[in-house]
C-alpha cells in the first residue's frame, strides 16, 4: 500500500491499536503523525519515532490522510479545532462510534472524501475486524487506501447503507468485549475449581483461538455443527449447554447487541 502521511486526531486505545498493528506491517513511524493532549500517550508513540503533537490542527493540515480517533462525545469541539484545515484533497477516515457522513460533511464542509469505519482493538495483533461505509461521491483511490489500511491489520468489509454501521459496530467494534467477558468468566470459574491462574488461562485462551480458527478454517461448516460435534449425546458439554439453554443465552446475547445499536443510534442523534 501507498505511505500516505497519516495524521491521528486522539492518541487513546483504539488509535494505539491500529498504529501498533501498522508498524508490526511494515508502515513507516516517519509517516504517522499524533495529536492527543495527553503528553504519557504521546511519549509512548514518540520513542516508535512516531511525530507528535498537541496540536490538533497541525497534524491534520500536514496529513494526506486523517484519522479520526476521539470520542463521540467531543467530536463538534475537535472539529471546530479544525475547521480551518482545508480537507478538499484530504481523506478523512472516522472510527468515531454513531457519527454519521453527513455530520461530518456539516462540522468540516470542505472535506468531500469521508470514509467512516468501525474497527476493533485485535487490529493491535493483525486480528482486526472492521466495517467501512463511503457515499458514492468518494474516489475509488481514496476508498482503496481507506480498505488497505484496515486490511493490514486485519479484514474488513464495505457496507452499502451507512444505517448498516450500527449493526457493525455490535458485530466488530464492541464484539471482543462479549469475547472476553465469556472468557473472564471462564477463567474465574476454574479458578473457584482450584485450577492455577496460568492453567486456567491457558486452558481458556487456547480453546478461544481453537474455536475461532475452526470457524475461520471450515467456512463452508455451520457454526452450529461445530458446536454439535462437540457435544455427545448425555455427555458433559450437553450438561453445560442446557445451563446456558435454561438461562436463555442466545436470547440475552441478542438482546445485548440490540442494546449496542440502540445506543449507537442515540448517540448519533445526540452528538
Ligand atoms: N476502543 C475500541 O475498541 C473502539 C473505539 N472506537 C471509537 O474510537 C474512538 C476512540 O475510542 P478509544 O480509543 O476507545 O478512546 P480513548 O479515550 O482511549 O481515546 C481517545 C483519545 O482522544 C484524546 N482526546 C481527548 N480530547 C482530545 C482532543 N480535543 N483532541 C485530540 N485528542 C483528544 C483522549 O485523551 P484523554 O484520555 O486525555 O481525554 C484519548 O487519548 C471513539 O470514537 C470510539 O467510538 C471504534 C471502534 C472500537
Ligand atoms: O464502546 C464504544 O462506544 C466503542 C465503540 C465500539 C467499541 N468501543
Redesign the pocket.
Known sequence: MQHKLIGF?????????IIFGLLKKGYPANRIIV????RE?LAIYAEQGIEITEN?KKAAECAEVVL?????Q??A??CE?LSAVDFSNKLLIS?????SVDRFSFLLPTAKNIVRV????PALVSSGMAGLFAKANVTVEMKNFAQDLLNSVGESCWVDDEEKMHAV?AG???S??YFFLLMESMQKALLDMGLDFETARLLVQQSALGAAKMVIENPRTEISLLRQNVTSKGGTTAAALEVFDQAQLSETIKQAMSACVARSQQMEKLF
Open positions: 486526531i486522539g492518541g487513546g486505545n483504539m488509535a494505539k491499536a495529536s492527543d493532549p495527553d500517550k490538533n479520526l480517533a476521539v470520542k463521540p467531543i467530536i469541539t475537535v479545532q472510527i468515531v462510534a454513531a457519527i468501525m474497527p476493533n482493538t459496530t466488530s467494534g464492541s471482543p468485549a
